[in-house]
């Protein structure tokens, strides 16, 4: 596993003002929920795992016109895919050049043995000139993972 993913440690607590279910996790809770489960189910939108957990990319927190989000990107050839994830790398972000904000954008690759099997890639933007805020993350079962922010 990748030494990335330093915003796992950044962000701790409930997410939102209104809902206790939806908190953020860190990364001995992302491998104990991933780890070893194998995938039942993956689409752009979701991936099904075994043991129920379902990983979907949403963004976790947002300020004014500022937002983020992001689709798995898997061989679709390939599919059913039926594999077991035995591993997990957390990209470093890149900054995406815009003339208008701050665009940020970060890959989650999945493993299974040595072979990349699922790619969680998301974009996250600061909105109108720059000035806001956006954290996106690899959500799974209401406990957010965040892995880029702008």
């Known amino acids: 596993m990748s030494e990335h993913g330093s915003l796992l440690g950044r962000y701790d607590g409930y997410i939102g003002y ?5 908190r953020y996790g860190n990364i001995e809770e992302l491998k ?35 937002n983020g989000g992001g689709e798995f ?24 050049p815009d003339e208008d904000t ?12 040595q072979n990349p099997i699922i790619e969680a890639s998301a974009t996250t933007d600061a909105g109108n000139g720059g000035y806001y805020f956006s954290v996106t993350s690899l959500v799974i079962n209401n406990i957010h993972f965040p892995f880029v922010e702008a």
């Open 18 to 22: 209104y809902d206790e279910t939806e």
């Open 32 to 66: 104990e929920m991933i780890l070893y489960k194998k995938v039942v189910e993956v689409t752009q939108d979701k991936v099904v795992l075994e043991n129920g957990a379902v990983l979907t990319i949403e963004c976790s927190e947002q300020d004014c016109c500022a």
């Open 73 to 96: 990107e898997f061989d679709k050839y390939n599919a059913p895919l039926e594999a077991v994830i035995t591993d997990f790398q957390i990209g470093e972000q890149e900054d995406v």
């Open 102 to 113: 701050r665009i940020s954008k970060n890959t989650i690759t999945l493993f299974h043995n």
